[in-house]
């Protein structure tokens, strides 16, 4: 019997939890656009669903809970991503093309986590630690982020880089999500093409939902 | 002086004989056994199956492979199948008509007792692959399908879809490398065989050339196998790989190993034909095509019109003409020759015209072509990829080509050459085919060499023989290599002009020409002359390019097509030498008035095992005869009318 | 067709050549002149060779054997395609009719860390052998075996083990890879062995030892591009890769080591 690696050690191992915490970040994502969507029911429901959430003590849980399965989602990739740069030390000098091309989409995967990254970090500087402006609903304050976030997106260059770094992450969850779940094991003859429309028509949700907020203030919203 | 050979066979009754035999060898004390080294070349069927089989007793096990991997030997093209007399279709097969069948298929040229063993173990056979998981067809019962094959009359061939050879292979392959694993055997990929190192008149060793590095290594053992396949090649066009070759036989055979009816070959008659002088190969499309599809050729001779456009009344359907009761579907010998004779009258097909119509419209027709796309699909498609022809819709072209060489080294009933300690098993010996080999025979052959006799009769010879302590520091290793390093500086040394293909396409014309499917007494005297003056020719103005010291494709094939350079005149000294036709050996002057072969079996009953000799400087062979006894089936002529 | 004759095609071909292992490779221009539409890919490479010997050259060193699409020799990536542009096709059973006159072709070896150049367009893919090697095999002794029949095995579970055994381990998966992944390989041996009765035994130590033998030998990870299926001359499907997936995850778990 040969040698035997860890699980969190093999390339398997490595990316099927790559693919679980990009599961559990896709889920994450989409209830962070439902929540969203309430900007267009108007501040007050949408102000006090964000005081709702960071009021709520589990909030400490739940975030340090997120921040980790992105820690591992990251470090991960970033390993399997070395590991893959190493396996071909030497690139090809002409792409592949016809039936057996690769889609631009599942070759860059990486450089979309990492501008994903970027836009999370700006993203939440901007606006989980921007400027707290506060409003006043039947006699309560609590901090005015619908204030937040229409400022944001007054600003055509920001509005350009929102829209552009949520794309990229349609792309990654279009290709990612579907992935991710064969990853784990799962890919029938007879599911398989369904499995991967949900998975496409789940990233695309995702991304467009977000990218209604920024159109919505730059273009209709007249306050 | 000529010898009398002895085959060794024991005695008793016939279905006794194996048996008894294996009983009454020695036997090495396990404990012993890993103190012998055992060197393999070659990890096609046989070779592979050796080393695992007796890598598992626990020999230590030396194997060796051209390829870069041993998964890539030449059985793994086989299409067709593997006989067994298992009779699971309960179709009346039995060990006894599997070896009736295989004895009068090889025209009765080979040896009863060979061929009884053979078709004992094939049982076994079926049961070690399926143990390994060969992924052989199975019905919707999920119990292995069986189908019926070169005309025989019982169901008893297994397949794997058109893989066959394919499967077998890995299983042998796997097999091999479980043992790699456990240490049992040392795998040497990427190396030829350039000498045997016969010690004290024993087979102790062998010398190679890494082909990677360039390096020549040497290895000693207590005895050698080699498991090196068939010859075809020497024809240059044949559906052998390009890499088979004769060169690790013919080494032997250079060390005192005879090559036994070297002119038994094997020609194919359902091949895609050759379409220009580039041409590198010949792919063989299987037999079964025949099942469906009707020969014809036109009526009239040059008729250049297309296919399509030739009507029914002016169209040949000469073997259903000839053979009335068998018609398309008569053996392979019979099947190219007719197609031969069918060119040379100048009604040959096609652009080159050297090709007859293999049409699937009426089973079109009849079937659908669904039903046809069912049974032939993957081989329509095979055909379309290589002659951008559709034959759904324009008939195939084909021609014979060589495919198989029943001759070999020469061995007695335990695969031993007459040079002790040289094991020979598979196609590279002569022993189980005759004078030609039946479809889905050779991979049973090939099998049963390595997994179920080789590795026990190798035992009787390690247990009954003295053998001395010999390392490579030995002077017979020391002379080994410096005979193939010289003779290596002297491929280098000639710079002519000639590349090596140029020769070998040469000597493949000659040998196709007058050596091949018919042959008469005034084209072989012919052959005998030409070839050495090509052989001549060939060291004073071969061109290779480059050095020893690194991978050097044109280097290694020069080495081979030496050797193939005298083998050729072998071949056709041993055709001039047998007159009689039989099998795969036509011989123009004995046939008879219906163009039908006609044996000799008062005088030509016997194997021919030449051995070779120098006459200043050239190349010279005696011959030795093994008679041929039949105690056990009648001779009889093969009749298809 | 029968009948017709055909034009020759010129083509301009640019060759990886590589004198060693160690040694630095480059791009080399060669014309290939009088090449007929009906010749093999490989074919025109041995017109191309003889044309270089004649003129004093060094010869392309590349690997085949068979040229019937089956041994599983043969390489090169064309055109970033390996073996060439055709599906279900293997480099030798690619013919120049699939190419136009004036065209120009680059030729590299296949590429991967687990595969190194040995000379021009030969690698080494002897990580493939060392994968096997480390679990691709029923452990049954020559003559332990059963009557064969014995053993009935359900058609369909034959016929996907038949289908993933058509593996001729050429490595044009990982070539295709943009990871060098050996996972098609690696699951349809695994899908092969495991998916049958006879394989049950050492189903689970199967996949813990070849996985752990594939990453080992420095192949990249799956990301499940489904390049390697589209490139696989015998068009593996990639639902062996989830198979071996999920049988690796469960059998680490329910491992002791």
């Not at chain 1, 989602?73 to 792409?95: D, E, T």
């Not at chain 3, 034009?7 to 490779?25: H, S």
Request: hydrophobic share 35%.
């Amino acid at each position: 019997m040969s040698n035997r690696m860890s699980y969190f050690c093999s390339t398997i191992g490595r990316k099927q939890l790559i693919g679980l915490t990009g599961i559990g970040l896709s889920l994450f994502v989409l209830t962070h656009m439902l929540g969203n969507l309430l900007i267009f029911v108007g501040p007050e429901a949408y102000n006090k669903y964000s005081h709702a959430l960071v009021s709520n003590p589990a909030i400490y849980i739940a975030e340090a809970g997120l921040l980790l399965i992105f820690v591992v989602h990251l470090l991960l990739a970033s390993f399997i991503n070395l590991k893959n740069r190493f396996s071909r030390p030497q690139k090809y000098a002409v792409a592949s093309s016809g039936p057996k091309k690769t889609t631009w989409i599942q070759k860059t995967l990486w450089h979309q986590g990492i501008i994903i990254l970027v836009f999370l970090i700006l993203h939440l500087i901007t606006f989980k630690f921007g400027t707290e402006y506060l409003v006043a609903y039947d006699g309560k304050e609590i901090r005015d982020i619908f204030i937040l976030v229409r400022m944001a997106f007054e600003d055509p260059k920001y509005v350009i880089w929102y829209i552009f770094s949520l794309i990229i992450l349609g792309l990654h969850l279009h290709h990612g999500l579907a992935s991710s779940i064969k990853t784990l094991g799962f890919n029938h003859p007879k599911y398989e093409p369904k499995v991967n429309c949900i998975a496409k028509a789940y990233a695309w949700t995702v991304s467009i939902g977000f990218i209604t907020q920024p159109l919505y203030f730059y273009f209709f919203y007249k306050g | 002086m000529s010898k009398k050979l002895d085959s060794k066979v024991p005695s008793g009754d016939l279905q006794e004989k194996w048996t008894k035999h294996r009983f009454d060898m020695k036997l090495v004390n396990p404990a012993n056994k890993r103190k012998f080294n055992v060197i393999v070349v070659g990890t096609g069927l046989g070779g592979a199956s050796a080393a695992a089989s007796m890598a598992e007793m626990g020999y230590n096990v030396m194997s060796f492979c051209i390829q870069d991997s041993p998964r890539r030997a030449h059985s793994i093209a086989a299409q067709g199948g593997i006989n067994a007399a298992k009779n699971y279709p309960n179709d009346g097969d039995s060990v006894w008509r599997l070896f009736y069948d295989t004895i009068k298929g090889g025209d009765y040229r080979s040896r009863e007792a060979n061929v009884h063993r053979l078709a004992e173990v094939s049982t076994s056979i079926i049961d070690q692959c399926v143990a390994q998981g060969v992924p052989f067809a199975r019905d919707y019962g999920g119990y292995l399908a069986n189908r019926s094959f070169g005309g025989a009359q019982v169901s008893r061939t297994f397949y794997a879809r058109g893989q066959t050879g394919q499967q077998l292979l890995i299983g042998a392959y796997q097999s091999m490398m479980r043992q790699v694993d456990k240490g049992n055997i040392t795998m040497f990929s990427r190396r030829e065989m350039l000498d045997l190192v016969v010690v004290d008149g024993k087979a102790r060793g062998i010398t190679c050339r890494n082909l990677v590095t360039g390096e020549i290594e040497q290895y000693a053992a207590d005895a050698v196998v080699m498991a090196t396949g068939g010859y075809g090649n020497v024809f240059y066009l044949s559906t052998n790989a390009k890499n088979s070759n004769v060169t690790a036989a013919f080494r032997c055979h250079k060390k005192g190993a005879y090559f036994a009816n070297p002119c038994f070959t094997q020609i194919h008659p359902t091949c895609i034909p050759v379409s220009g002088d580039y041409q590198s190969k010949l792919t063989l499309m299987s037999e079964s095509l025949r099942n469906d599809g009707r020969v014809w050729v036109p009526k009239e001779k040059g008729d250049k019109r297309h296919p399509n456009e030739i009507p029914e009344s002016e169209r040949d359907y000469y073997l259903e003409r000839i053979y009335p009761s068998f018609g398309n579907l008569v053996p392979r010998d019979v099947a190219s020759r007719q197609a031969k004779f069918r060119v040379d009258e100048g009604r040959g097909v096609g652009e080159t015209g050297v090709a007859v119509y293999l049409d699937f419209k009426d089973a079109i027709q009849r079937l659908g072509k669904d039903a046809v796309s069912e049974r032939y699909g993957n081989l329509f498609e095979m055909y379309e990829k290589i002659t951008g022809d559709n034959p759904y819709e324009v008939p195939m072209r084909i021609y014979p080509a060589v495919h198989y060489t029943m001759g070999g080294l020469w061995v007695d009933y335990n695969l031993m050459s007459n040079l002790p300690g040289l094991h020979v098993i598979g196609e590279a010996n002569f022993s189980d085919h005759g004078a030609n080999r039946l479809g889905a025979s050779a991979l049973m052959q090939g099998l049963a060499d390595g997994y179920f006799v080789l590795p026990y009769t190798i035992g009787n010879y390690l247990a009954s023989t003295e053998l001395n302590k010999v390392d490579t520091n030995h002077e017979e290793f020391k002379s080994s290599r410096e005979e193939v390093t010289s003779r290596l500086d002297k491929i280098l040394g000639v710079k002519g002009n000639k590349t090596v293909d140029e020769f070998h396409r040469e000597l493949g014309k000659i040998m196709w020409e007058y050596v091949g499917m018919s042959r008469s007494e005034e084209g072989l005297k012919k052959a005998l002359e030409i070839i050495p003056k090509l052989r001549e020719e060939f060291w004073n103005n071969l061109s290779v390019p480059g050095e020893q010291n690194y991978k050097n494709s044109e280097l290694e094939k020069a080495g081979r097509v030496a050797d193939f350079l005298e083998l050729g005149e072998l071949m056709a000294k041993d055709a001039l030498d047998r007159n009689e036709s039989c099998g795969g050996h036509f011989r123009e002057e004995y046939q008879t008035p219906e163009n039908e072969a006609t044996r000799d079996d008062e005088n030509y009953c016997y194997v021919a095992a030449w051995e070779r000799k120098e006459n200043s400087g050239k190349p010279d062979w005696e011959l030795h005869k093994e008679e041929l006894t039949f105690e056990n089936v009648k001779l009889a002529t093969r009749s298809y009318k | 067709m029968a009948g017709s004759s055909k034009q020759t095609l010129k083509l301009n071909l640019k060759i990886w050549r590589q004198e060693g292992p160690n040694e630095k490779g480059h791009f080399m221009e060669h014309k290939a002149e009088d090449i007929s539409p009906d010749m093999s890919f490989l074919e025109m490479i041995d017109v191309v060779n003889q044309q270089l010997i004649k003129k004093g050259e060094r010869p392309i060193e590349f690997d085949h054997d068979c040229r019937e699409g089956i041994c599983g020799m043969c390489s090169m990536v064309i055109n970033g395609n390996p073996h060439g542009p055709e599906k279900a096709t293997t480099t030798c059973q690619l013919h120049m009719r699939k190419f136009k006159d004036g065209d120009s072709i680059v030729i590299e070896p296949f590429r991967a860390k687990a595969f190194p150049v040995v000379r021009d367009l030969v690698v080494d893919r002897s990580s493939f052998d060392r994968v096997i090697e480390s679990g691709g095999y029923i452990s049954v002794n020559t003559g332990n075996a059963q009557d064969a029949n014995t053993l009935p095995v359900r058609k369909e579970n034959a016929d996907l083990a038949f289908e993933a055994a058509t593996c001729i381990g050429c490595g044009a998966c990982v070539a295709a890879c943009k990871n060098a992944s050996a996972s098609l390989f690696v699951s349809a041996k695994l899908a092969h062995l495991n998916l049958l009765p006879q394989g049950q035994v050492e189903a689970e130590d199967r996949v813990l030892n070849m996985v752990a033998q594939m990453d080992e030998e420095g192949f990249g990870a799956c990301t499940n591009t489904g390049a390697c299926s589209a490139a696989c001359p015998k068009e593996i499907k990639l639902e062996n890769i989830a198979k071996m997936n999920s049988s690796y995850a469960k059998a680490k778990m329910k491992s002791r080591s």
